[in-house]
């Protein structure tokens, strides 16, 4: 994995974590390159301790993408824990990347603080790809915090990318 802004810290147990109570923070890490099939899975344990929704925004989230052809592309997971954010970032936002290519308008927010899988068909995967077909994609984890009120971060643990091959 490799964090190519900010930083991510290696806990005990071979967790991952990002910043902790940090302000104004864009915080993304990103897999080894892999060679994903139409029949690839992703699944995903994670931790999230991030600033709640409030006067009706959010403000800071964590989302997961596919990063391929030069373009990040949200997923959104269909099995576990759903994202639970929707909807612009409220204020000055350290990730201020719009529309799909940054950290977006979906993701997870608040406290989540139980370990929980996500998953990820291959329909979410969107690679749209023919039996026989691969792509060259990495796993890219954006956490984003605003100025204010920010939470102890983001934590994930046990990736497993099914049909896929490491380049």
Known sequence: WLASSRRYLHQC??????????????DRIK???????????????TWIDVEPKSKGAWYDRVNI???????RRIITPDGGRLYNVSGKTGGDFACSVTGNEGLGSLGWGGALTSWQQSTFSA?????????????LVQIDIYY?????????GFQFDDVSVTVAKPV
């Open 13 to 26: 147990q071979g967790v991952l974590k990002s910043s902790s109570n940090a302000n104004s923070v864009c």
């Open 31 to 45: 897999s080894p390159p892999l060679l994903l099939t139409s029949e690839s899975t992703l699944s995903i344990s």
């Open 65 to 71: 993408a596919l990063y391929y052809d030069g373009a």
């Open 123 to 135: 329909a979410t995967l969107g690679l749209n790809l023919a039996v026989g077909e691969t792509k």
């Open 144 to 152: 984003g915090t605003d100025a204010i009120a920010v939470g102890s």
